[in-house]
C-alpha cells in the first residue's frame, strides 16, 4: 500500500497487478480500479475530482439512504399502510443520498488476508452508522464489505446502490440473466416505453423497433435512460473488447441491478457536454428514490432498531 498524491488527497491500494485508488475526503470515492490490465472506471477529464463535482466526475460513489431527491410520505391516507415511523414521515432526503458529500472517517487496517481501506459514514439526518471496507486481491479481485447499524429507536426505511461509472464504448456489452425482469425509470432521446414499463432483458419492443439492451451503443445516437433489471443469482458482466469484468454480491440483499446508460443524452448542467458513459451496479430497491421504493415500487429495505445488515460486493476481471 503506497499513498497517492493529489490535491483532495488519495489513498492506494495495490496487490499483484490489482490497484485501487480512492479519495476519503471526497465521500469515499473511488477514483481508479485496474483489474485484469485495465483501468475500468470512467473519469470526465474536463471536470476534475474536487469536492465541488464530486457528484458527476465519475469513478465509484455509494448512494444511500437514497440514490434520488424526495420527500418521504407523510403518514396520512394513502401512506399510513406502511408504517412509517413518525420520525422519518415527510423528511427530505438529497440526491444521490447523504454518503458522497461527506468526509467519513478513514482507516488503514492490516487482518489475515491483506490491508482494508475502510470508510465510515455517520448520518445527520436519520440514525445510522455505514461502513465499507476495500480490500484488493493478488488474485485480480476487489473486494467491498458493507455494514449499516441503526441506532435509532425506531425501524428505518433505506435504498442502497453502488454507482461505478465506466467508458461506454462502441464494444460495451452487458451479460445478464437473459429474460430477466427489466423496468424503465427514466429516458432522454430514447422511446422504450412508459416509466415503470416492463420488459425481459436483454430485448425491448418500443417505437416500432426491438432493440437489444446488452449492447447500448447501438441502442440510439443520443440518448440516457434508467433501468433497473432484476438479478436473484447476484451477477452480471461487462464485456470489453479485450476485457471482461465480473461483479457479484449478495443477492438476497441487493436482488436488482441499476442501470444507467448516457451516450451523449443527458447532462447535470446547461454548460456541461452530456457524456459518454454508463453505470452498472448491485441495488437492494428500485427506483432510485426511496419514496418510490416505499410506495408504487414496493421494494425498500428496513433496519430495525439495533439491527446491523452486511453485505459483500466482488469485482473480478479477466483478460480476454
Known sequence: ???????????????????????????????????????????????????????????IDELFPTAGACNLPAITGRYSALHLPNAYSGLSL???GELWS????????????????????????????????LYASSA?????????????????????????????????HIELADGART?????????????????????VAAAGKLRDLSYPDALARRYACK???????????????TARLDVTWDAKFAPYVALWYNRKGWAPGARRRPPL??????????????ADALGAWKSASWLEPGETKEWTVTWSATPL
Open 1 to 59: 500500500m503506497t499513498a497517492a498524491a493529489a490535491e483532495y488527497g488519495t489513498a492506494e491500494l495495490r496487490a499483484g497487478a490489482t490497484r485501487v485508488v480512492l479519495a476519503p475526503t471526497l465521500g469515499g470515492k473511488i477514483i481508479a480500479m485496474e483489474l485484469g490490465g485495465r483501468q475500468w472506471l470512467w473519469s470526465d477529464p474536463k471536470l476534475p475530482h474536487s469536492a465541488a463535482n464530486a457528484a458527476d466526475s465519475g469513478g
Open 277 to 290: 458513459h454508463f453505470a452498472l451496479g448491485p441495488s437492494s430497491g428500485a427506483p432510485d428514490t426511496l
Open 94 to 96: 438529497p440526491d444521490r
Open 183 to 203: 423496468r424503465l425509470w427514466r429516458q432522454h432521446g430514447v422511446e422504450l416505453g412508459s416509466i415503470g414499463a416492463e420488459h425481459r432483458w436483454p430485448r
Open 102 to 133: 461527506q468526509s467519513p472517517e478513514f482507516s488503514l487496517e492490516t487482518r489475515d488476508d491483506g490491508v482494508y481501506a475502510t470508510c465510515g459514514w455517520v448520518s445527520d439526518r436519520m440514525p445510522y452508522r455505514f461502513v465499507r471496507a
Open 227 to 241: 433501468l433497473f433489471v432484476d438479478a436473484p443469482q447476484g451477477h452480471a458482466a461487462i464485456v470489453e473488447e
Open 140 to 172: 485480480g479481485e476487489v473486494v467491498m464489505r458493507y455494514g449499516v447499524h441503526n441506532d435509532g429507536l425506531d425501524r428505518m426505511p433505506f435504498l442502497w446502490m453502488t454507482q461505478p461509472l465506466f467508458p461506454l464504448t462502441k464494444h460495451t
